[in-house]
Nanobody, 118 residues
């Protein structure tokens, strides 16, 4: 079974940047897609971005379109989330997960905290 570990979070000022990493371990890693989600207290987990593992097709939530960029390194079993022009609304715990072709997200990592100060 796949295990995911997120890293790269921290405290940044509004307008700054962070790059998050999601590293997968397991005997076989070949999901349909890897995605980033975020969650704040009192809110449901929110989709941020995803990338298909085979073709590299990307999608973004409207709230991060033009500011965030998702990428991957298949040889390293790693997905990245480059976060630019950060705002306080981006403050959250960021999680990565995998999705099968049937469309269910799972295999969540432990999350990494992103705090954006004004």
């Amino acid at each position: 079974q796949v295990q995911l570990v997120e890293s790269g979070g921290g405290l940044v000022q509004a307008g700054g940047s962070l790059r998050l990493s999601c590293v997968a371990s397991g005997r076989t890693f070949s999901p349909f897609a890897v995605g980033w989600f975020r969650q704040t207290p009192g809110k449901e987990r929110e989709f941020v971005s995803r990338i298909t593992w085979s073709s590299g097709s990307t999608n973004y939530a409207e709230s991060v379109q033009g500011r965030f960029s998702i990428s991957k390194d298949n040889a390293k079993n790693t997905v990245y989330l480059q976060m630019n022009s950060l705002t306080v609304e981006d403050t959250a715990v960021y999680y990565c997960g995998t999705r099968t072709l049937f469309g269910t997200w799972g295999s969540w990592g432990q999350g990494t905290q992103v705090n954006v100060s004004s």
